[in-house]
Structures are given as structure tokens and as C-alpha cells.
């Protein structure tokens, strides 16, 4: 197959007013309870969905390639058509955007955890006994707000011992090595520099290591950070450079929400549950041309190994799918960035089932929308960078390839 | 899948008496008549393809990747095994075969309109009132022949305002800007070089619309001449020095013999009926090992959106498929080189049917050649571009790869 790079499809995008609707429930693959032998989404009722997928298309998308088990960050960059092996998203921006920092691009981000040191200076914890989170959020603030050789610093909080350190300047390049050693018995390590032109950085994150050091002297077991994964915005043109789109993101789950912004998506404030994620689609229908739609309960459910609720999710997506119909969009892509079985408790790498209802659909001969079913269509094998040009063809917001 | 490149397939292709026929239906692919929910193709009656089906293996080529809807230029390039986003043709260079200009090697083509330009030297009308067919030719005639800085000017008519101007001559590079402003109340633009490579191209290009200037002054609405799409013969290795080939080329349509001659095949003389075509075929079976024999009629219906056309062009070509089959040839290829449903009316991204008959061929459970038993094989999603690799191997004039 020819390579299709975002170039080629910048060339032939058009701006038209069809509109597309990517409905994502995350983990949506699942695999057979060893009782009844059905998946997740094969034994949830979903009327409405399996109505979308006799009308329409359906297969299972490889999210980055067969027998690579995908993070959330390459499931969605494939899912919004970019290769994600070419778009890598360092693990500190990912963090950042994760807590809904706004990371602007030249800043440097890492992650960071609060850590146990001994008197001779080496690392005893590398989670410093896993702190609450609220003694994480007193800690950030002590560290945050300093200003070191004009880069200033934020220092923000995540989750037990985890944090985030941003640092904003001039000139700063992110390719240093790490603080955190990971193990134990040895000392954090000074950050070296990979670069001349990361010099600067290295410069900065060791100084502001040896004042945490200190500032934190008194606060064992949180008595010092470790740093690693310094990382920038990614260089990824935005969705309205390449397919000339005007994309609008609805999550209820922050790290989906900075995915969606680094690819240059506007980010809509939406509730907690399904109904106001839909209620915020309906609410902004006029305003966008392209709207992606995240659903992280089918995830949870899976990670939890909790089956009957990853069912009862699909179901309630199901449920509030006539609302999207009734929208009556040019293009539904329902679909899913990795699987997540609840036997597995875990992502895997197994393809995810995604239907594409249209116009313009040549009809498979599919009535169920299932893993099964998926897997008999001619597309049981759809890189999923390709679910989103053909998202696009059938917006005929593609011109013709070539004269 | 490894990337098998045209330097692999050089390497193990041999010359053999076996003899391959490509029988192209352009635009084939289909959509459901909103009436009957079947293709064109599902509604013609083909008993002949049909059999060849049963007997063959049959599946749905995507000629560039999903979504991407093919030119003519891609479509045919994939078919014939050459990657059409590594091998592109150029807007000019395709307009220059396409009335069957001999394009040699070196020689830089552009696409032109006759335009209106006003007293101030602005572009009123790049299509100078769609003038005649004839007023066209007369035009071309006038300013045909001129030699500037040793460059010689072919100017050819096309059709109404559209026109090619071919240069030939020493030292001609064609990365040039054009001078078509695509739109209307300012001046055509000067042509610019993009390397010092092609400043002779562009100080040729602008003395020659300069003189064009001059020479059209009294034709009103006629007065201009805007050019776009410099473009040389691409670079792209003959069939026979590829696969080893003997290749011919039968073709109504002046675009497909140019296609044809781009890739080094042989263009036989044929008429304007596939019976012509089919006769053309039989009387030059003996001189060449492989055929490309390309049918119009089925993408004119389908442009025209007559679903009904379409169906009586498909039915005319299995009437005349036994003539095909009786000449005995190792392996008969029907294919299409993208979809042109009637519903539609125009190229679409839709994968494509074929099937492929030899004897060496591993049945598949096809006994029908239609769009929806297509998808249902194992091939139910191949590159065009593999299709040729097939028909090779299937002719026995590939070795083993490797020892």
C-alpha cells in the first residue's frame, strides 16, 4: 500500500461543511468471558449501534501494528490520523497534559516523583512510601513559582508521590538525560546534556534539584524529586493544517483532553458523565466541523477486570446513540484506541472493532457490532491512521490523489 | 508486509513465453442502486466473468490506500505495479499524452488556458468564454513553432480554452512556478525558477507568453495565455526493464495510450469499440507477452451517473470475454483502476473487484464477480499494485526470491 503522509493529505483536504462525529470509547476490544464465551461488547444489547453498523461499514483497526500493544497516547494520535510512530509524545508533556496544564509549545516538561534519600544521599524510595495526595500538593507548592537563569518553574501536582515540572524559557532543548536512577542504593544522578543547545536545560533542572533537595530536607519521607522524561509539544501540525478541520474535543478525563489539544482540537467544557458529554455535543454542533467524542468508562472497566461494567457502559453509549443520530451528521466513526479486556485487566494489543456509517458506505454484510463480525469485513485489518482519511472521504473532504 | 520496490521485482523477473492479458474496466467499482441495493456490476448479467471468477481468485484492490480517491494517472500507475505516490505525473506531461503528444525524455510540458486579460493587463476570464474547438486549433496554429534560446515550442490544442505548450530542448529543468494566478483581477504571474537549474525553463516560458501577449493582442476574448503544471517525463523505469516484459497497449482513449507509453508499452493501433480493442488483440497476440487493454465506457456511465450505461458496458465485455479465453493466455486479469459509482458520479475512494485466472491459481469459494463476493476473500483489501507481482507469479516469470 502507498504510504500516505499528512502532507499528501494537506494537498487534497478541502474545507466543506459535512461534519464527522469520532466517537471513542477507550479499551472498547475485548476478549471472551471464559464463561459464555462473548466479548465485552458481544454480550452488551446495543440495538442502536448494531443498527449503525448494518447501514454502515465495520472492521477492526490495528492502532499501531499487529502484536504492539498501544499507550493512550499513540491509540488516540492514530485514531486523529497520525502515524504514531512518527509522533512520539514525551512522557513529561504527557503527564502535563494530562493534569490540564497548558503546555505551550518550547516548554520543557517533566515527570517527576517525591522520593526518600538517606543521609549519604542515596535513594532508599523511589515513591517516598506512595504520599497522600494532598501532602503531594503541599509539597509542589513549596517547590513551585521559582525563577532559575530566567526559565521559570511550575511544579504541580499528579497523583500520590507523582508530579509534574515545567519549565518555561528561552532556549531551552529537551534532550538530557534523567535524575531518577531507577533503583534503588545509588544516588539520583546529575542531569547531563545530550546537546549543546541542551545545555542550558541540564543547567537549570540540576539547580533546581539541589534546592529541592534542600527545601525538602525536613519533609523525609518526601526529602527529594527525581526527574525523567523531559520532553517537549510534540512537532505535530494541528488537525485544521492538515485535513482543514475545525476540531473540537469532549472529555471528561483530562489526559484525553491535552491529546486532543496537542493536535490542535478546541477543547470543550463538558460534566463528568456520558449524558453531559453528549448534552456538550449537541450544545456545540453549530460550531464545529469535527468532533471527537471520549468515553474512558469502557477502560476502566476493563483495567478494573470488572466485565459486567465495561458491558453496562456500552450499553449506556448505546443508549445515547440515537441522540447522535438525530444530529444527523455526514459521517459516525465509533471506535475504540487500544483493547481492554477485563480478563486481562490491562491494554493489549488485540484490534479494535470501529464502524463508519455514511452516505456513502458500500455495505458489508454486517447486522452485530462485535468483535467477530468486525474481524469478516474486508477491513478486518485497518491500520487506524487510515480510519480518519476514510472518516474524511466519506465527508467528501477529499479531493482526487493525483490527475 | 516487506515493501517489495520495482528493483526486488526487477531482479527476479525472467523473460518466458507465458502471456499475460490485463483487461482494465475503468472506474469499475460500484455502489448500490438505491432501488435494488446492487452494483452496476452485481446487476449486469456476466456469465463469462463469473466463470473465469469461479475458476480464479478474485478480491477488491486499493489502488492508492483507503479513502484516497485515484486520478487516472495513480489508478493505472498501481495497476500496472508502480507506486503512484513514489511515481507521480505531472499535470502538464498528462495533458501532453493525454492528446497523444510523443513526450520524450527532457522535453517540459505545461497545461495552458486561452484567458481574457483587460486593458490594465488583468485576468478577466482565465477561460476566455470556453471558445470553440475550432477557434482553439486556429489559435495553437498561430502561435505553434517557435524556437526561443534554441528551445523549441510545441503548442497543441486540447479542447476548448485548454491547451498544452511543449519545450523541447538542451538543459530544461521544469521546477518552475506557474503563471496561472487561478484566479481572476490581477495580472498572470511571472514564471519564477525554484533552482538555478530551471532559470532557462522560466526566461523561455515568459518570453514565449510575452510574444503569446503580442501575438494574441486582436483575438479577443483570446488575448492570453496562462500556463501551470510544468512537469517533465517522470522518471519511472520501463516494464520491460522491470519485469522483464513485452508489453502492448490497447487503448480508445488518447490518456490511456499515453499512460501506457510513459511506462515503455508498446500503443497498438486499435478503434473506438471494445470490439475494436478486442479484435486489436487478437491480431498482435502473437507478438507480445503482456496486454493492457483498457475499456472507457464503464467510467463514462458511471460520470454520467447512468447506472443503466454502466451495466450494458460491463454485460458488452463479458460478451466478449470468450474471445479473450480462447486465445489461451497464461493469465487473465480484469480489474478497474479506481470506482466510478453512478450514484455518485465520479471517482470514489471504494476499493475495486478483480479477479485472476490461471491454472495455477488456489480456489477460493467465488463463483459470482461482484463487489460483495470480492470482499469476502482473503484478498479482500490488496494493493493495485500487488496485483501485477500476482499476475507475474501466476505467469511463472518470477524466480524465488532469496536463496
Known amino acids: 500500500m502507498s504510504e500516505i503522509t499528512l502532507d499528501i493529505i494537506q494537498e487534497i483536504a478541502q474545507p466543506s461543511p459535512s461534519k464527522i462525529i469520532l466517537l471513542v470509547m477507550d479499551g472498547l ?29 465495520c472492521g477492526l483497526t490495528e492502532p499501531v501494528a499487529p502484536g504492539i500493544t498501544p499507550g493512550s497516547a499513540p491509540g488516540h494520535l492514530s485514531l486523529f490520523g497520525y502515524d504514531p510512530v512518527k509522533y512520539t509524545i514525551g512522557r513529561g508533556i504527557l503527564e502535563a497534559v494530562g493534569i490540564d496544564f497548558d503546555v505551550r509549545r518550547g516548554d520543557v516538561a517533566a515527570r517527576g516523583n517525591f522520593s526518600t534519600i538517606d543521609e549519604a544521599g542515596r535513594v532508599t524510595d523511589r515513591r517516598a512510601g506512595r504520599l ?8 509542589c507548592k513549596l517547590l513551585d513559582g521559582q525563577t532559575i537563569n530566567g526559565v521559570k518553574i511550575f511544579v ?11 519549565m518555561r524559557g528561552e532556549g531551552l532543548a529537551p534532550d538530557v538525560s534523567d ?11 546529575t542531569i547531563i546534556a545530550h546537546s549543546p543547545a541542551a545545555e542550558k536545560l541540564a543547567k537549570v533542572a540540576n539547580e533546581f534539584l539541589g534546592r529541592a533537595k534542600e527545601m525538602l530536607a525536613k519533609h523525609h519521607p518526601a526529602n527529594m524529586v527525581l526527574l525523567r522524561g523531559f520532553s517537549q509539544h510534540p512537532d505535530i ?19 484525553y483532553r491535552g491529546l486532543a489539544k496537542l493536535v490542535g482540537m478546541d477543547v470543550l467544557k ?7 458529554e453528549i448534552q456538550t455535543l449537541k450544545q456545540n454542533y453549530g460550531s464545529y466541523d469535527f468532533f471527537f467524542v471520549h468515553i474512558k468508562g469502557t477502560d476502566t472497566g476493563g483495567e478494573d477486570g470488572n466485565f459486567e461494567a465495561k458491558v453496562k457502559v456500552i450499553e449506556n453509549v448505546d443508549r445515547l446513540v440515537p441522540e447522535v443520530t438525530a444530529l444527523n451528521p455526514d459521517v459516525i466513526v465509533v471506535a475504540g484506541d487500544h483493547s481492554t479486556p477485563a480478563t486481562f485487566k490491562g491494554h493489549t494489543w488485540h484490534p479494535v472493532p470501529f464502524l463508519l456509517y455514511s452516505r456513502w458506505c458500500r455495505p458489508d454484510d454486517i447486522t452485530k457490532f ?34
Request: aromatic letters at 2%; hydrophobic letters at 35%; a neutral charge.
Open 179 to 189: 535524575s531518577d536512577p531507577q533503583k534503588t542504593g545509588v544516588p539520583p544522578l
Open 270 to 276: 463538558t460534566g463528568k458523565t456520558i449524558e453531559d
Open 370 to 403: 462485535s468483535e467477530s463480525s468486525c474481524a469478516s469485513t474486508s477491513l478486518s485489518h485497518l491500520p487506524a491512521t487510515s480510519l480518519m482519511v476514510l472518516a474524511m472521504a466519506n465527508a467528501q473532504k477529499l479531493n482526487k490523489y493525483g490527475a
Open 29 to 57: 476490544g475485548g476478549l471472551p468471558h471464559p464463561q459464555t464465551g462473548k466479548t465485552e461488547l458481544e454480550t452488551a444489547r446495543t440495538p442502536n449501534l448494531d443498527r449503525l453498523a448494518a447501514t454502515g461499514i
Open 132 to 139: 497522600s495526595d494532598e501532602k503531594c500538593v503541599e509539597l
Open 237 to 255: 501540525p494541528t488537525m485544521s493544517e492538515v485535513f482543514k478541520l475545525k476540531p473540537a474535543a469532549i472529555a471528561s478525563y483530562p489526559m
Open 156 to 166: 504541580r501536582p499528579v497523583r500520590e508521590h507523582r508530579l509534574v515540572v515545567m
